[in-house]
């Protein structure tokens, strides 16, 4: 089992940035690759960024490359979300997850087994 927290959520004007964080508990943090999705009122929930328990790859959605970057400390058991050039449309609440490492970065939703409780983030115009 393993319990993931985010945190770092807020409310951020347009252009702005802001770093999300989860920290994970349980079993050992460097078996599993990590994820980040969002889901926004109405929609479904949708993947943003990934990346390998080495961290030597990862994976960003069309929409964020270019602005967000991801990373991990494992000797913290974090993984951060760094959001830059923020706009209206980012707007969602953001999960943190975990899956077994295959050895490639996963994403699709299928391919994590542990999921954080969530992190609103809010973008103004």
């Known amino acids: 089992q393993v319990q993931l927290v985010e945190s770092g959520g807020g409310l951020v004007q347009a252009g702005g940035s802001l770093r999300l964080s989860c920290s994970a508990s349980?079993?050992?943090?460097?078996?599993?690759?990590m994820g980040w999705f969002r889901q926004a009122p109405g929609k479904e929930r949708e993947f943003v960024a990934a990346?390998?328990?080495?961290?030597?790859?990862?994976a960003l959605a069309d929409s964020v490359k270019g602005r967000f970057t991801i990373s991990r400390d494992n000797a913290k058991n974090t993984v951060h979300l760094q959001m830059s050039s923020l706009k209206p449309e980012d707007t969602a609440v953001y999960y943190c997850?975990?899956?077994?490492?295959?050895?490639?970065?996963?994403?699709?939703?299928?391919?994590?087994?542990?999921w954080g409780q969530g992190t609103q983030v809010t973008v103004s115009s």
């Open positions: 990346i390998t328990w080495s961290g030597g790859s990862t």
């Open positions: 997850a975990a899956g077994n490492d295959r050895g490639f970065v996963l994403t699709a939703r299928g391919g994590y087994d542990y």
């Open positions: 349980g079993r050992t943090f460097t078996r599993y690759g």
